[in-house]
């Protein structure tokens, strides 16, 4: 059997298997690396039949007939279409440059293109398509991606021009907020444009108005761990990250009437914070409150959802983030940060180490979900205590991740901070994943 016949048949094999996480996987892959093959088309156009997608099912199978994959503008747009929606950004990146050769003038390609581009971090490639675009019309929503690409390409000077132009293309009330969290980000970016080289919290700070504590991802952090126990490492990162929290808070006067943790995986955090900053620890009760609160997440992501509660930015909570994804996009950022992770960094909280995760899926997990549930709380309680021990012993005099945080935060830098200015900052911005 050929190499191209056993990876299809590993494809339909998942198929068949009804694990269609694994089919897309083999098929994205496949498809990229043989552009051509109709094949690859009419199984792809079979996995989102199986998957309740009927309408790029059927354009995917019209994809495949004849000659269209070379010669159908088209049909070779929309399927790029679904495709951004489906978040496979390669394959339409793929289908979008065969469209662009075909139609090069067309507007809503390039910039279509432009877009798969920028959410693939390939800024210097999508400006041109933005650019192209641009030469036809121009609309707000294309200005805008302009503004971020020249931004992370650090072009400020260009990012000046496109603001410039934003300022007149802006008309609703969303227009303007984003026209106003995109000028933020051109004065923040000026404030470390002296800077060779941004890091992991000045990209956070300048896109988001938010604070990363811990530079190092989750993954550097676990590979540079001389432990031979990666969950002592992560105890040990999480007590550091609180303590030089609790300390930052402080010196930088920002002052709040309680801890609140946001489900039982926060506990442990919300206590060893509640205990350095002696503030009362109480579980989140909804948006509306008085007096302020640091609301603590274990994981960013778990936002999504409840995320309109959380959009406005006002003086009743300060949001902390344990962790957030790299990659993942999320409707808001949170104010604080504790360090980038792909996946949940509580090691009691990580989903692949535990049976809770199993219950309603039809798999049979190891305990009963009582007893799950029983463990979970247990595991809770013993993670903080632990971790109260830990910051207890590091807060007693200043940390060096402290002292690192007050010489990034100067005075003119907190007042583009979102966490210093609840007043005049009205929403937390998206989370673009750009950093």
Same mark, same amino acid.
């Given at each position: 059997?050929?190499?191209v016949?056993e990876?299809?048949?590993k494809?339909?094999a998942?198929?068949?298997?009804r694990?269609?996480d694994?089919?897309?996987?083999?098929l994205?892959?496949?498809?990229?690396?043989?552009?051509?093959?109709?094949?690859?088309?009419k199984l792809?156009?079979?996995?989102?039949?199986?998957?309740d997608?009927k309408d790029?099912a059927v354009?995917?199978?019209?994809l495949?007939?004849g000659?269209?994959?070379?010669?159908?503008?088209?049909?070779?747009?929309?399927v790029?279409?679904y495709?951004?929606?489906?978040?496979?950004?390669d394959?339409?990146v793929?289908?979008?440059?065969?469209?662009a050769?075909l139609?090069?003038?067309?507007?809503t390609?390039?910039?279509?293109l432009?877009?798969a581009l920028m959410?693939q971090k390939?800024?210097?490639r999508?400006?041109g398509y933005?650019e192209?675009?641009?030469?036809?019309?121009?609309?707000?929503d294309?200005?805008l991606n302009?503004?971020?690409c020249?931004?992370?390409l650090r072009?400020?000077?260009?990012?000046?021009?496109?603001?410039?132009?934003l300022?007149k293309?802006?008309?609703?009330?969303?227009?303007?907020?984003?026209l106003g969290?995109?000028k933020?980000v051109?004065?923040r970016?000026?404030?470390?444009?002296d800077?060779?080289?941004?890091?992991?919290?000045d990209?956070y700070?300048?896109?988001y108005?938010g604070l990363l504590?811990q530079?190092?991802?989750?993954e550097?952090v676990?590979?540079?761990s001389?432990?031979? &126990?990666?969950q002592?490492?992560d105890y040990?990162?999480?007590a550091?990250? @609180?303590?030089? *929290? $609790?300390?930052? #808070?402080?010196?930088?006067k920002?002052?709040f009437?309680?801890?609140?943790?946001?489900?039982q995986?926060?506990?442990?955090?919300?206590?060893?914070?509640g205990e350095?900053m002696?503030?009362p620890?109480?579980?989140?009760?909804g948006p509306?409150?008085?007096?302020?609160?640091l609301?603590?997440?274990?994981w960013?992501?778990e936002?999504?959802?409840?995320h309109?509660s959380?959009v406005?930015?006002d003086?009743?909570r300060?949001i902390f983030?344990?962790a957030?994804?790299g990659?993942d996009?999320?409707?808001?950022?949170?104010e604080?940060v504790?360090?980038i992770s792909?996946?949940?960094?509580?090691p009691w909280?990580?989903?692949?180490?535990?049976d809770l995760?199993l219950?309603g899926?039809g798999?049979?997990?190891?305990?009963?979900?009582?007893?799950?549930? &029983?463990t979970?709380?247990k595991?809770?309680?013993?993670?903080?205590?632990? @971790?109260?021990? *830990? $910051?207890k012993? #590091?807060h007693?005099?200043q940390?060096?991740?402290?002292?690192e945080?007050?010489?990034?935060?100067?005075?003119?830098?907190?007042n583009?901070?979102?966490?210093c200015?609840?007043?005049?900052?009205?929403?937390?911005?998206?989370?673009s994943?750009?950093?």
């Amino acid at each position: 059997m050929t190499q191209v016949a056993e990876a299809l048949t590993k494809a339909k094999a998942h198929l068949d298997e009804r694990h269609f996480d694994r089919c897309f996987v083999q098929l994205q892959s496949y498809w990229l690396e043989n552009p051509d093959d109709e094949d690859a088309v009419k199984l792809f156009a079979e996995l989102m039949q199986k998957v309740d997608k009927k309408d790029l099912a059927v354009l995917l199978n019209k994809l495949a007939e004849g000659n269209n994959l070379a010669e159908d503008a088209q049909t070779l747009f929309e399927v790029a279409f679904y495709l951004i929606d489906e978040r496979a950004n390669d394959l339409a990146v793929m289908l979008l440059e065969r469209c662009a050769k075909l139609v090069p003038h067309e507007a809503t390609v390039n910039y279509e293109l432009g877009f798969a581009l920028m959410s693939q971090k390939q800024f210097d490639r999508a400006v041109g398509y933005f650019e192209r675009a641009a030469s036809a019309e121009k609309n707000f929503d294309l200005i805008l991606n302009q503004v971020v690409c020249y931004t992370m390409l650090r072009q400020i000077k260009n990012a000046d021009k496109a603001i410039a132009e934003l300022s007149k293309l802006a008309r609703s009330e969303d227009e303007l907020i984003q026209l106003g969290q995109q000028k933020l980000v051109i004065e923040r970016f000026k404030l470390l444009a002296d800077k060779e080289t941004f890091d992991a919290r000045d990209w956070y700070y300048i896109l988001y108005g938010g604070l990363l504590i811990q530079k190092s991802s989750a993954e550097t952090v676990a590979a540079d761990s001389s432990s031979h &126990d990666p969950q002592a490492c992560d105890y040990d990162k999480i007590a550091e990250t @609180l303590c030089a *929290l $609790a300390q930052l #808070l402080s010196e930088i006067k920002e002052k709040f009437a309680s801890v609140e943790y946001y489900n039982q995986d926060a506990k442990p955090l919300a206590a060893c914070l509640g205990e350095v900053m002696s503030l009362p620890v109480e579980s989140y009760q909804g948006p509306d409150r008085t007096g302020r609160a640091l609301l603590v997440l274990a994981w960013a992501a778990e936002v999504i959802g409840p995320h309109k509660s959380f959009v406005e930015l006002d003086d009743k909570r300060t949001i902390f983030a344990l962790a957030l994804p790299g990659e993942d996009l999320l409707p808001l950022a949170p104010e604080i940060v504790g360090l980038i992770s792909d996946i949940p960094f509580a090691p009691w909280s990580n989903p692949l180490e535990n049976d809770l995760h199993l219950l309603g899926t039809g798999y049979e997990p190891a305990l009963p979900e009582a007893e799950l549930e &029983d463990t979970r709380k247990k595991e809770t309680e013993r993670a903080g205590i632990k @971790l109260i021990e *830990l $910051a207890k012993n #590091l807060h007693k005099s200043q940390t060096s991740l402290t002292k690192e945080l007050l010489q990034f935060l100067d005075a003119e830098k907190r007042n583009k901070l979102l966490l210093c200015n609840q007043t005049t900052i009205k929403q937390r911005p998206e989370y673009s994943a750009e950093i």
